[in-house]
Every structure is written in C-alpha cells, then in structure tokens.
T-cell receptor
Framework: DAGVIQSPRHEVTEMGQEVTLRCKPI?????LFWYRQTMMRGLELLIY????????DSGMPEDRFSAKMPNASFSTLKIQPSEPRDSAVYFC????????????FGDGTRLSIL | GDSVTQMEGPVTLSEEAFLTINCTYT??????LFWYVQYPGEGLQLLLK???ADDKGSNKGFEATYRKETTSFHLEKGSVQVSDSAVYFC?????????????WGLGTSLAVNP
C-alpha cells in the first residue's frame, strides 16, 4: 500500500514568495496532521483535520500560514509571504479515527527560504 | 494538559550495549503510548505501542512496558546495533470525541558506534 505522499521533497525559494506544500494521506484514514520540525523547536503540530474539517489550528504560527483539505485525498499547507524563519522540514501524517492507531508520516518537505 | 518528558540526548553507545531511553508522562484518563523512530533524512515511523496498563510493546528487539503506577514507558533494547542510530520520540494520544492528537516528547538522539 502507498504511504503518505508529500510533495515537493525539497523547496528552495526567496523570502516573500508563496510556498505550497502538498500531501496525499493514506486511503481510508480520517485524520490528517501537519507538523513542522526544526532543531530549535523540535516537532510542532501545526494543524489537524478530521474528515476534512480543521479541528485545531492553534499551532499555526501566524496568519501567513494556511491549510486546506478540499477532499479526503488531498491537503495543502500554504505560506504567504514566506520568511527565512519558516525554513524547516514539514511533515504530513495521517491516521484512522482511533486513538489506539498510530499516525503514518510522509517523508517530509525540506523547505529553505533564502 | 497532558505532557511527555523524555531523557535528553544525545545518547552515545557502543555496539551491543544495553539501551534505555526514559519516558514519563502526565495524562488524564488512559492514553495509548507510542514510540516512534526517525532515521536521518526520513519521516517518523512507529516503532511500538501499548494501549493499556501493563501492556508491553515490542518490535525489532525494542521493548517498552506501559507502567501506570509510575506513569512511564521506557524504551529498552538489550543489544544495540549501528543501524539503530536515530532519533526516538515518545508520544501519547490525547483527547476524545472529535479532538484527538498525539502529545510528543522532544526526542532523544541515539548514536551507536561500531
């Protein structure tokens, strides 16, 4: 079975540009999570969805960040405008709607804002 | 709120040494507990889990027992290999109803030398 698919794997862009990260969750998983990982802050939960509905976006750092899940098989995380401090690895994860089941992570998008 | 505390790293061991990575938690209710592993350049992947008190999760020679009386879920391996070098994360499931997510420890980096 295909795992969580993220694109692009790497993104380098200049500050001020719009960045869009994409995620395809595992088919049949109800929940989708966006994380950011940096050396300074570790792993941070940005936002998560259940059945395509955003449940908790309290981890989104500022209004420059937005996330959508238009259907069960696709989600985007957008940063506009981007800043150098947004440089990080961004992970998408999905899971069934069962607290005993683990989250499955994609390989991440390594984002560098120059 | 719920929280997870892991021992700080980095942990450096020689091959075939015994490994313990401590993890304690605070939680209301009875969460499921997880250990995830992150190899360099990859996303996190589930290593093992336990869903109720006294359960022992095991995988690839790693073990952890859900100890409710000490609120702990320490990760152990009897004989580590160079290939075990990675970052290990302890996590617990939190929430109910429509609001469920994982609470993460900060991660413990393990380096195993030949």
């Amino acid at each position: 079975d295909a795992g969580v698919i993220q694109s692009p794997r790497h993104e380098v862009t200049e500050m001020g540009q719009e960045v869009t990260l994409r995620c395809k969750p595992i088919s049949g998983h109800n929940s989708l999570f966006w994380y950011r990982q940096t050396m300074m802050r570790g792993l941070e939960l940005l936002i998560y969805f259940n059945n395509n509905v955003p449940i908790d976006d309290s981890g989104m750092p500022e209004d420059r960040f937005s996330a959508k899940m238009p259907n069960a098989s696709f989600s985007t995380l957008k940063i506009q405008p981007s800043e150098p401090r947004d440089s990080a690895v961004y992970f998408c994860a999905s899971s069934p709607w069962d607290p005993n089941q683990p989250q499955h992570f994609g390989d991440g998008t390594r984002l560098s804002i120059l | 709120g719920d929280s997870v505390t892991q021992m700080e790293g980095p942990v450096t061991l020689s091959e075939e040494a015994f490994l313990t990575i401590n993890c304690t938690y605070t939680a209301t209710g009875y969460p499921s507990l997880f250990w995830y592993v992150q190899y360099p350049g990859e996303g996190l992947q589930l290593l093992l889990k336990a869903t109720k008190a006294d359960d022992k999760g095991s995988n690839k020679g790693f073990e952890a027992t859900y100890r409710k009386e000490t609120t702990s879920f320490h990760l152990e391996k009897g004989s580590v290999q160079v290939s075990d070098s990675a970052v290990y994360f302890c996590a617990l499931s939190e929430g109910d109803g429509n609001n469920r997510k994982l609470i993460w420890g900060l991660g413990t980096s393990l380096a195993v030398n030949p």
